[in-house]
């Protein structure tokens, strides 16, 4: 089994900054893709950036500028910087990871148990 434990959420002020972490654990033998993903109350879960293992990364148009995903490989550890916060941010933050178990095995998605970001104006 693979479990992925998230950390970092919080309550800030608007123009604030927070950092997320995410790391991975278990039956693991490669990681591909590592992402984060929120969701507003109300609203669909949505992608807010994405790193694969040679570095390249994407995120969303709205944190363009704003928030930076990074990855330590040999801590199987995805982060997620986040600046100049605004209350629109306000969501629940989730991680999830591309994973083989075994080198011949099939990519699984695993997910994150969501920590809650607060953005007060």
């Known amino acids: 089994q693979v479990q992925l434990v998230e950390s970092g959420g919080g309550l800030v002020q608007a123009g604030g900054s927070l950092r997320l972490s995410c790391a991975a654990s278990?039956?693991?033998?490669?990681?591909?893709?590592m992402a984060w993903y929120r969701q507003a109350s109300g609203k669909q879960r949505d992608l807010v950036a994405g790193?694969?293992?040679?570095?390249?990364?994407n995120y969303a148009d709205s944190v363009k500028g704003r928030f930076t995903i990074s990855r330590d490989n040999a801590k199987k550890t995805v982060f997620l910087e986040m600046n100049s916060l605004k209350p629109e941010d306000t969501a629940v933050y989730y991680c999830?990871?591309?994973?083989?178990?075994?080198?011949?095995?099939?990519?699984?998605?695993?997910w994150g148990q969501g920590t809650q970001v607060t953005v007060s104006s």
């Open positions: 999830k990871v591309d994973v083989l178990v075994g080198p011949l095995s099939v990519v699984r998605d695993y």
């Open positions: 278990g039956s693991i033998f490669s990681i591909n893709t």
């Open positions: 790193i694969t293992n040679s570095g390249r990364t």
